[in-house]
């Protein structure tokens, strides 16, 4: 732990103390696979890469210190990381709940991996608790969370859905890759883990792929240490020291992102060519109040449903000039996609499915007005 207590300090200092060694102020790529012993099963805290790793060590700390747990591990995607957390929690026969706007890539790991292995689950509205309620089962052990979802930006109410869970005794993961720990506590709000995809906002470049998990309860840490260690999804020193470097501006960031997505978000509420917009920040949003409560900003995700439908839709995200077309999201550059026929494609035909006129937007770092004025034209072309 440093001294500032301040998440502004933190994201710069944690799990980054100057190597003791050399003085480097940035933590050094361990590549070594293998470590020397001192004797037959003493060493200095490495033996073989795949368990643990001094970059990767430097990661797991900063994210542990940054969400405010007693313990954080490091994946090589996202994806790794909610696999491995299902793998330590569920059985065959237990059940898991997911959003019913869930991410297409968790709605694919449940539904066509999971669920061959006897994993029950379902998919639910997780502010409705009469829903929640309804689709309770006895072997319910885990209610997947996602605040705001991808792509349509639902905010859940962590406290209230962590509560619910508590009682019945299941326990609350939260997929924190839209807010980060920046913009969101999860832990502090009663979940029990959060994980992230590192790739995105904690990342902050489009050059790393990597996942994140941070946990409280030493027990389950450890279950998850363990299917980290066995299975080996876990990323390289590069990949470790590419999200240490992007964690260092996470605030700086995030600030703009926020900034950036109000000003798009103005613009599509007032233009014809919109039937609806998909942003926290915006006072009419269903997830406005809840948002408030339980964010320092409202993010740099926008959705929105292009008025005239998909053949609209498609045709705006291929009109941009600075919002590039590409799947991921949360980095410097502002991107655009199709969520029906890219990110999302895997709940095609599924409750999950997404509007085919959905547009999202990952509002980047650039000059609000260029931006605006982009969107404007693409909009204005559409008609």
């Not at 909610?82 to 968790?106: K, M, S």
Request: hydrophobic share 45%; charged share 20%; net charge negative.
């Amino acid at each position: 732990m440093n001294d500032g207590d301040e998440l502004e300090t933190r994201v710069v200092h944690a799990g980054q103390e100057p190597d003791p060694a050399t003085g480097a102020v940035v933590p050094p790529i361990s590549l070594a696979s293998t470590f020397a012993q001192d004797a037959v099963g003493v060493h200095r805290g490495y033996e073989y890469a795949r368990s643990a790793n001094p970059t990767r060590a430097a990661l797991e700390t900063c994210i542990a210190d940054l969400e405010g747990a007693a313990h954080g591990l490091a994946f090589a995607s996202g994806m790794a990381a909610e696999d491995a957390i299902l793998r330590a929690t569920v059985q065959p026969g237990d059940h898991v709940i997911i959003p019913g706007d869930a991410y297409g890539g968790t709605y694919r790991l449940v539904a066509d991996v999971y669920e061959s292995a006897g994993i029950e689950w379902s998919a639910v509205d997780l502010n409705d608790h009469d829903a929640l309620a309804a689709a309770w089962r006895d072997r319910t052990k885990v209610v997947w969370v996602e605040t705001p979802t991808n792509p349509v930006l639902t905010v859940v109410d962590i406290a209230a859905a962590a509560s619910f869970a508590r009682e019945r005794g299941a326990l609350v993961v939260v997929d924190n890759t839209f807010a980060t720990p920046y913009l969101q506590q999860p832990l502090g709000l009663g979940a029990d883990v959060v994980v992230h995809s590192s790739t995105k906002y904690l990342g902050g470049h489009s050059d790393v792929i990597g996942g994140l998990v941070a946990v409280n309860d030493r027990d389950l840490a450890e279950r998850i240490a363990f299917v980290q260690n066995a299975a080996g999804g876990v990323p390289g020193p590069l990949d470790c020291y590419l999200v240490l470097r992007g964690v260092k501006t996470l605030a700086v960031r995030m600030d703009r992102h926020c900034e950036n997505a109000r000003a798009v978000a103005a613009l599509l509420a007032e233009h014809p060519a919109v039937s609806r917009v998909l942003y926290p920040g915006l006072p009419a949003d269903p997830g406005y109040g809840i948002a408030r409560r339980q964010m320092r900003d409202f993010g740099g995700m926008v959705s929105f449903i292009a008025a005239a439908g998909e053949d609209a839709a498609l045709k705006l995200v291929a009109s941009t000039r600075l919002f590039t077309l590409a799947e991921s999201l949360g980095a410097v550059e502002s991107l655009i996609e199709h969520p029906a026929r890219m990110t999302h494609a895997s709940a095609a035909d599924s409750p999950l499915a997404v509007d085919p006129a959905l547009v999202r937007l990952s509002v980047g770092i650039e000059n609000a007005e260029d931006l605006v004025a982009d969107l404007r034209q693409a909009l204005d072309a559409v008609g």
